[in-house]
């Protein structure tokens, strides 16, 4: 055996990301999630016998996110309900595909510009703290005027569809998103990654799904209400 081959062996035998090791991280955060206390929101939805074994591993990643963003005031979300909360009810509402869209149209939405547009089409805070309110199932605050056919034909281009229904920054943002995700999942696939290749791609595919329905839903039930109304 040659000293390359050698050296590749020993780095699949020592490698932490194999599947064999990944396969046994996702069993064990299941299985003290689901039998351990319920210290998290997720936490109920995933003892929950009316939801799929399905949606539970797929919210299985929120879970882990909370027991990071419960601790620290660092990644402390603006919106009500908190973005993973609001990931996991759209996974468990829409199935795991379209919720996993939904879910990424709130990530994006979740920037400098979220608070402005929030006032700006007159929306409501949540009394205690102050945070935006934005349910998976919206309401509509302001009359539209755009369509939301258009701005969702108009995403396939990324940002132009939010762009068009008045949201520049989150147009922006969406656009960097799904720079970054593709230039990822190209590289990726490139250099024949076996597990990096596919998880960059269907982050790709997700955040562009989300996008589309993003830009409709942005000119459907985000519209800028009148200056009057402002004042």
């Known amino acids: 055996m040659t000293e390359s081959n050698t050296g590749r062996n020993l780095e699949l035998k020592e490698n932490p990301l194999s599947s064999q090791n990944m396969r046994k991280i996702i069993l064990i955060v299941f299985i003290t999630t689901a039998f351990g206390q319920i210290r998290y ?18 919210i299985l990643p929120v879970a882990g ?17 908190s973005c993973s909360n609001y990931g996991a009810k759209a996974i468990i509402d829409h199935g795991i595909i379209l919720g996993c ?30 945070r ?18 258009v701005a969702a034909g108009l ?13 520049p920054y989150d147009g922006l943002f969406s656009f960097m998103t799904l720079s970054l995700s593709g230039n990822a999942a190209y590289m990726a696939i490139n250099q024949k990654r076996p597990y990096a290749g596919p998880f960059f791609t269907a982050v790709f595919i997700i955040a562009y799904l989300g996008e ?8 459907k039930f985000y519209q800028t209400a009148s200056s009057s109304e402002l004042e």
């Open 41 to 58: 929101p997720v936490d109920s939805l995933l003892v929950s016998s009316e939801i799929s074994i399905f949606r539970k591993v797929a």
């Open 65 to 81: 996110w909370q027991r990071i963003s419960y601790n620290t005031n660092l990644f402390n979300c603006q919106f009500y309900p």
């Open 101 to 130: 869209a939904v879910a990424a149209d709130r990530i994006i939405r979740c920037n400098p510009g979220a608070f402005r547009y929030h006032v700006e089409s007159q929306a409501f805070f949540k009394d205690e703290d102050g």
């Open 132 to 149: 935006l309110i934005d349910l998976v199932e919206p309401r509509i605050y302001q009359l539209s005027n755009k369509s939301p056919i």
């Open 155 to 167: 995403s396939i281009v990324p940002g132009l569809g939010r762009i068009y229904a008045g949201r």
């Open 212 to 219: 589309i329905y993003g830009g409709w839903r942005s000119a």
